[in-house]
C-alpha cells in the first residue's frame, strides 16, 4: 500500500459530520432531510443545509426510502405545450423546483400525460407509488388533476388558485395588484397614451392582468380606446404592435401580459426604428430570464419564482409527514423590477 494517504479511500461524509459542523443534533440533521418541518425553524434548517453543500454530503437515498417507505420523489406534472414552447418562464420556474426540492433531499420528477387520456399518468403514478406528493402548475379553477389527486389522498400543491371545494393546496400571485403597480410607474412618468397586448387564452390569470390594467387605468382617469386592447397568438401579436406603433396616435406606453409577449413587441419595434425605453416604454410581467435577454432590458412585475418553489415543496412534504391540512390558500406579491424598457 502506498505510504501516506495516496491510496487511502476518502471516508464518506455521513450525518454525524454534518450535524457537527451545523453544531445540532443528529436528530435535527434527519428531521431537515426527511422534510419535517414542524421539528426545525427556517434558520435552522439554512444552517444545516448550508453544512450539507460545504461538507459536500450525499445522502443514502437507498436507505431513506426503505426506513420511511417513501420514494424521496416530488412528481411534476407539466403540459405537452408547456415543452412545446419552451417559455423562458417555464423553465425558470422548473430549474428553482429543482432545486427546491434538492434542498429537502427529494428528487423532482418531471412527466406529461397522454392527450387522449389526460388522467391515465396519474392513475399509474399512484398504482405504482412511484411519488410521495405532486405538484401542478398552469391549473384551472376547476381543475381535473387536483380533484383526482384529492379523491385518491395524494398530496399535492398547485401553483395557481383551485375551486373553494377543493383543498387550497395553492400558491399563485396577484396578478391585479401587479398589474395596477405597472401602470401607476407609467402614469408617474407622464404617460397617457396607453395600449394593452397579451397571449391568447381563456386562463383566468390572463384575465386577471388585462383587468388590473384597465382597472388602474380607470383608477387614474385615463382613457383607454377598445382598439389599443388586443390578446392573440405572436403572429397577430406582431401585427396588431405594428398598426399601432405607426398609426396616427401611437401609444407611448405598451403594457403586455407577460415578458414573452413584451419580447415580441419589443422586437417589432426595433424593427420600426423606435428606441425602446425613449420612443415608446413596453413592460413585462414575469421577470425571468427573458426579461434580462432583451435590449434593453425588461421592466417588468418579477413572480417569486424562488419563494413559490419553496412553499410549494413545503406544502406537500407538510401534507406527507401530517396528512390532509385545511390551510388556505397563500398569494404572493409581485415585484416590480426597472429596466431600460420603460
Known amino acids: 500500500m502506498p505510504a501516506g494517504g495516496a491510496g487511502r479511500t476518502r471516508r464518506r461524509i455521513g450525518i454525524v459530520d454534518v450535524a457537527a459542523a451545523a453544531g445540532v443534533s443528529r436528530q435535527t440533521v434527519s428531521n431537515v432531510l426527511n422534510g419535517r418541518e414542524a421539528y426545525y425553524s427556517a434558520a435552522t434548517f439554512e444552517n444545516v443545509t448550508d453544512a450539507m453543500r460545504r461538507l459536500g454530503y450525499q445522502p443514502n437515498r437507498a436507505a431513506q426510502t426503505l426506513r420511511s417507505r417513501r420514494t424521496m420523489q416530488i412528481g411534476y406534472h407539466i403540459f ?33 400525460h397522454h392527450r387522449e387520456d389526460p388522467l391515465g399518468v ?47 393546496h395553492w400558491v399563485d400571485v396577484d396578478n391585479v395588484t401587479g398589474m395596477g403597480t405597472i401602470v401607476d410607474m407609467l402614469v ?38 377598445k382598439t389599443s386592447v388586443f390578446r392573440g397568438p405572436d ?74 418553489s419553496h412553499e410549494l415543496v413545503t406544502r406537500c412534504l407538510r401534507q406527507v409527514e401530517r396528512g ?8 404572493l406579491p409581485t415585484e416590480l423590477v426597472r429596466g431600460g424598457s420603460a
Not at 392582468?209 to 385615463?222: K, N, P, S, W
Request: a negative charge.
Open 188 to 225: 408617474v412618468e407622464g404617460h397617457r397614451r396607453f395600449a394593452y397586448l397579451g397571449a391568447d387564452g381563456d386562463q383566468y390569470w390572463k384575465t386577471e392582468r388585462l383587468d388590473g390594467f384597465t382597472r388602474r387605468l380607470a383608477h387614474h382617469r385615463v382613457r383607454l380606446p
Open 80 to 112: 405537452g405545450e408547456q415543452l412545446d414552447r419552451a417559455q423562458g418562464f417555464t423553465l425558470h420556474f422548473l430549474l428553482s423546483l429543482i432545486k427546491a426540492g434538492a434542498e429537502v433531499n427529494h428528487q423532482v420528477l418531471v412527466f406529461t
Open 122 to 168: 396519474f392513475e399509474d403514478l399512484v398504482a405504482r407509488h412511484a411519488v410521495d406528493a405532486v405538484i401542478l402548475s398552469e391549473s384551472g379553477v376547476e381543475d381535473e388533476r387536483a380533484r383526482f389527486l384529492a379523491d385518491n389522498h395524494i398530496p399535492f400543491a398547485c401553483f395557481g388558485r383551485l375551486a373553494p371545494d377543493l383543498p387550497q
Open 235 to 308: 403572429q397577430g401579436v406582431r401585427r396588431r404592435a405594428r398598426q399601432l406603433l405607426t398609426g396616427k396616435n401611437p401609444p407611448s406606453a405598451i403594457v403586455t401580459g407577460s415578458d414573452a409577449v413584451a419580447a415580441v413587441v419589443t422586437g417589432v419595434a426595433h424593427s420600426l426604428g423606435l428606441k425602446v425605453g425613449a420612443d415608446v416604454a413596453i413592460t413585462g410581467f414575469d421577470g425571468g430570464g427573458v426579461a434580462l435577454a432583451t435590449d434593453p432590458t425588461l421592466t417588468s412585475a418579477r413572480i417569486p419564482v424562488e419563494r413559490i
Open 324 to 331: 390532509h391540512d385545511d390551510d388556505p390558500g397563500l398569494l
